[in-house]
């Protein structure tokens, strides 16, 4: 199975104004949508609800997507989002169970969160061509988003403490591959902190086929296919001159049985409410952090016709 990997797609506040006035496609570049579409299955994390209702969290950043923000899931290709995120849970449980609905309605496939804490933990199964990838969401915070026996929520797990056993049990499930998406860590941080390589090594022992996780808004390293941050793909946010979440990856794994063949990446341009492929000096910036975030893990990056492979070591 070939699968396409994005991070942090938040559709609310200035996303949703220019939803609000421009078209559902206007969001994403075509170049970007053909490249999106080669992939059999797109997954990436929705960083916000999707919904009419609800009254915005006591917290300093609250997102919400109308519901045409469903469309541009759809035209990008994406079959699964993961929601289990700090954000989920932003204009309450109602707005959750929105979010479910447009999705459900779209056709697209979710994990990381449901109406109960089973619904939640449980991974979504996608199937193309015969070939089962199991899809777990899981965050670190926020806590307070947390699902319950009786109520709507995300997975959550304090993996500073360790993964816990229902985390474990979710990994293992029987399928082709399993990719585990963890929201994890703090935000603006180029390295994994080490409770999240322990974690990562665990859920790999645990049978975790791929492990590709978000929340630093900016890309981190790759090490035996673990993927720590897949950055942002779409969002309004503030750029950090140094750190450049403006600048991110559309990642690519050929899944086999149990086994990662080949993974690849294609450097992105978050402009203001809309990403495109990035070219020139963005390109090259792209490729020398991506190197070096890698080398800080002895993986090796190769360059093939414009995209980045990664070579594990
Ligand atoms: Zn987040």
New binding site residues.
Partial sequence: MRLALAG?TMLGRSVAETLGRRPPEALVDPELVEIARDADLFVLNL?CCISERGTPAAKTFTFRAPPAAVETLVHLGVGCVTLA???AGDYGTDALLDTFHHLHAAGIAWAGAGANLEEARKPALLERDGFRLAVVGVADHAREFAAEDERPGIAYADLEQGVPDWLEDATRRESDATLVAP?WGPNMTSAPLPYMRAAARRLREAGATLVAGH?AHVFHGIEDSVLYDVGDFLDDYAIDPLLRNDLGLLFFAELGRGELRRLEAVPLKLEYTRTRLAGGEDAAWIRRRLRDACAAFGTELREDGGRLVIVSS
């Fill in positions: 942090d960083e995120n700090n954000h929201h929340s």
